[in-house]
């Protein structure tokens, strides 16, 4: 068995990049659905091994969306993907594979999904519709995808298995897997697909919640108001450690932005603006450069992380939002309070928590969203 990362981004140029090349051992397609129980025949490499007692069925609100798909070519396809299954796998599935260092240790998940083709065009490089998904988990970041190629050893079968064509005529679908690997004790928020056939941050997307995912990803949060310090990086002083102290999180209304450059793609100017605040404390000994608001991200219930805009407005103003700090030093032991604006589209999905990236470290600061 082979697993390796495998890199998130379109397929751009004449070549489609295959994510998923295999995740099968033999089994039914769809194998492992929610509320299996163990059962079969012993592994012995002629038939369907039994499930192994370490596999744990996720509770995944299984249910179908419609999306768009783009090719290669950027021709568009209507397609309708159901996720069937959630099931955290064992690190005995990746005994004796072939693993990049980053991957050691980590635990594979496997999303069963079924594709349709809901147009009257043939889907060329079918398997290419599942490279919009994405597991993202409790504490905030992405599982890692993965291509898997053969079985479990000794010749156990997968959760699910692929099944994609070549071409996928109007009217037809298959069932494949997706798999990605979290750290060990981590647990899984949601997941996620692309709708509009483009990897665009702040895009629609197609949200299967994990039931408690909402409740975990909550549980390691601050407080609202709580003060932390963050990781950021002066140009001059190198990183600083700075205390942060959310304020707000307000629902803004998209006419608050008209007629304002804020250098909005197509899918933010549909989306809806949130204004978020945040206090930041000069430790010193020099003056603080005010510019750690594009540091911060809106986190939501359906797993996105939503990187905001500052609004260099020395004209005008928008409510609920100052940008009277842009342009002024702070001084040792002062505050400063930044706003950064966070376009969420209007589909349903929720702020749950504010973020900041640090500086030479992976993960966020996370605070639960204090809404007002």
Known sequence: ?????????????????????????????????????????????????????????????????????????????????????????????????????????????????QVTNTSRKQIPASYMVGSGFALNAT???????????????????????????????????????????????????????????????GGPIASWPVEGGVRAASAGLAGPGETLLVRWRDIDRGVLELPATPVSVRRGDPADLAGLDLGLDPHERRGVPYYVLIRYTNPGPGKLYPSQAGDVRLLTEGGRQIAGKTPFLFRGKIPGCPSDWVARLVPAGGDVTQCSIHMLPDDGDKPLAVGFAEADRTGLVTWRAPLR
């Open 1 to 113: 068995m082979r697993l390796s990362s495998a890199l998130r981004k379109a397929a751009v140029g004449a070549a489609a990049i295959s994510l998923l090349t295999a995740c099968v051992g033999g089994g039914a397609p769809g194998a492992g659905a929610a509320g299996e129980k163990p059962g079969g025949a012993a592994e012995s490499g002629a038939g369907p091994s039994e499930r192994p007692a370490a596999w744990t069925d996720l509770p995944v609100r299984a249910g179908t969306r419609d999306a768009v798909h783009k090719d290669t070519d950027q021709r568009v396809y209507q397609v309708r993907i159901t996720v069937e299954s959630l099931v955290r796998g064992s690190a005995e599935d990746m005994r004796g594979a072939q693993v990049d260092e980053e991957l050691k240790g980590t635990v594979p998940h496997y999303v069963g999904y």
């Open 139 to 201: 504490d905030w970041t992405r599982g890692e995808e993965i291509r898997i190629s053969g079985g479990r050893p000794g010749g156990g079968d997968l959760p699910c298995s692929d099944t994609a064509p070549k071409t996928l005529p109007p009217g037809a679908s298959f069932r494949s897997c997706a798999a990605f690997t979290l750290p060990a004790g981590v647990g899984v928020l949601s997941v996620t697909h692309h709708t509009d056939g483009t990897f665009a941050t």
